[in-house]
């Protein structure tokens, strides 16, 4: 858990030089991340035409980023991952002079492991 909570860290969203500061703490999106299953999601993602670059970060787990202006980051968790099939989506948002780091979650795994993932995510958020 350790090793996706570092390699989540060092995930910068987009370049964040010239936002104002970020606020901070755990802000959930409310707009849906718009696929029927977070099966779905993991598969389809990737070929999205606004998709700019995809890496891998952790074995089974891909960061994918759109352009600068949509400043959108998708993790996802592939088979052979504890989190999989899931999908998380960061989106940054400027508010009140500060940028958001809004969070939607797409988990397909069990209640508990879904759980896990949200509990990093949020510390991770309060952390930052």
């Given at each position: 858990?350790?090793?996706?909570?570092?390699?989540?860290?060092?995930?910068?969203?987009?370049?964040?030089?010239g936002?104002?500061?970020?606020?901070?703490?755990?802000?959930?999106?409310e707009?849906p991340?718009?696929?029927?299953?977070?099966?779905?999601?993991?598969?389809e993602?990737?070929?999205?035409?606004?998709?700019?670059?995809?890496s891998?970060?952790a074995?089974?787990?891909?960061?994918?980023?759109?352009?600068?202006?949509?400043?959108?980051?998708?993790?996802?968790?592939?088979?052979?991952?504890?989190?999989?099939?899931s999908?998380?989506?960061?989106?940054?948002?400027?508010?009140?002079?500060?940028?958001?780091?809004?969070?939607?979650?797409?988990?397909?795994?069990?209640?508990?492991?879904?759980?896990?993932?949200?509990?990093?995510?949020?510390?991770?958020?309060?952390?930052?």
């Amino acid at each position: 858990m350790k090793s996706l909570i570092l390699a989540l860290l060092l995930v910068p969203i987009t370049s964040t030089a010239g936002l104002p500061p970020k606020k901070k703490g755990y802000v959930p999106d409310e707009t849906p991340i718009g696929y029927q299953s977070a099966e779905v999601a993991v598969s389809e993602v990737p070929k999205r035409p606004d998709i700019r670059e995809c890496s891998q970060l952790a074995p089974s787990m891909t960061s994918c980023a759109t352009d600068a202006k949509a400043a959108t980051n998708w993790w996802i968790f592939q088979r052979g991952h504890e989190f999989h099939p899931s999908i998380v989506r960061r989106r940054i948002e400027i508010s009140d002079n500060q940028h958001i780091v809004k969070t939607a979650v797409l988990c397909g795994s069990s209640t508990a492991t879904c759980g896990r993932l949200n509990l990093i995510l949020r510390a991770m958020d309060e952390s930052s």
